[in-house]
C-alpha cells in the first residue's frame, strides 16, 4: 500500500560526488516536492513539478536539480554534495497545486556525506 | 518575507497532561495545515483549517484557527506516549501559493 517510495533510504556518498536520490508515487498526483530536512528544524522546500512545470525556490542553490521523467518517477541531484548537504531528503506529492492541498510525504532519504 | 511562528520549540509534559502548540503569522493565511512527525520518521498531515474561527477535533486533538486567519492552535488532551513526536504547521499565503512552515513543536513525555 506504500503511497510514496524513496529511494535508498539511506545514502553515504564522499565529499563533491555526485549522488541521485528517487521518488515514486502511485498516487497519480500531479504535484511532486523535495525537500531538505536538517534536524530539528521545518522541512525546507527545494522544488516542486507541477505536472512536468519545474518550480525552483528562489533560495535553492545551483547543486541541486531535480528530473521529472513521467508522472510517478521524480529525481533529486545533487551534482557536487558538501558537509552542509547532509540532510534527510523528503518527497512529497499532493493532488494539486499546493493551493491548499494535502501532502502526502515518502519515508525520506537519510544523506550523509564523508 | 512572509513567516510562521511557532511556539514552543519543545515542551515536556507528564503522561495525562494537556500540550498546546501555537502558531502565528505575520500576515493572514487563506488555510493552515497540521502535520505530525514521528521521532524518526516523515511528516503526517493530521488536518486543514480553513474557515475563519474554525474548530475541528480528531479524538484528544483540538485544532483551532484564529478569527483573523493568522494564528492556530493544536491542544492534545491527556496526552500519551504515542502522541510523541513533532508537531508542525504549516501555512498557506494569501498573496502566493507557498506553504510556509513553522519550526516544529517537540512533543516529549516524561517518564
Known amino acids: 500500500d506504500a503511497m510514496v517510495i524513496q529511494n535508498p533510504r539511506y545514502q553515504v556518498t564522499q565529499f563533491g560526488k555526485p549522488v541521485t536520490l528517487s521518488c515514486s508515487q502511485t498516487?497519480?498526483?500531479?504535484?511532486m516536492y523535495w525537500y531538505q530536512q536538517k534536524s530539528s528544524q521545518a522541512p525546507k522546500l527545494l522544488f516542486h513539478y507541477y505536472d512536468k512545470d519545474f518550480n525552483n525556490e528562489a533560495d535553492t542553490p545551483d547543486n541541486f536539480q531535480s528530473r521529472r521523467p513521467n508522472t510517478s518517477f521524480c529525481f533529486l541531484d545533487i551534482r557536487s554534495p558538501g558537509l552542509g548537504d547532509a540532510a534527510m531528503y523528503l518527497c512529497?506529492?499532493?493532488?494539486?497545486?499546493?493551493?491548499?492541498?494535502?501532502?502526502?510525504f515518502g519515508p525520506g532519504t537519510r544523506l550523509t556525506v564523508l | 518575507g512572509q513567516q510562521v511562528m511557532q511556539i514552543p520549540q519543545y515542551q515536556h509534559v507528564q503522561e495525562g497532561e494537556d500540550f498546546t502548540t501555537y502558531c502565528n503569522s505575520s500576515?493572514?493565511?487563506?488555510?493552515i495545515q497540521w502535520y505530525k512527525q514521528r521521532p524518526g520518521g516523515h511528516p503526517v498531515f493530521l488536518i486543514q483549517l480553513v474557515k475563519s474561527g474554525e474548530v475541528k477535533k480528531q479524538k484528544r486533538l483540538t485544532f483551532q484557527f484564529g478569527e483573523a486567519k493568522k494564528n492556530s492552535s493544536l491542544h492534545i488532551t491527556a496526552t500519551q506516549t504515542t502522541d510523541v513526536g513533532t508537531y508542525f504547521c504549516a501555512g498557506l499565503g494569501d498573496s502566493n501559493y507557498q506553504l510556509i512552515w513553522g519550526a516544529g513543536t517537540k512533543l516529549i513525555i516524561k517518564p
Open positions: 498516487l497519480n498526483h500531479n504535484v
Open positions: 512529497a506529492t499532493s493532488r494539486e497545486a499546493l493551493d491548499g492541498d494535502t501532502q502526502y
Open positions: 500576515t493572514t493565511l487563506s488555510n
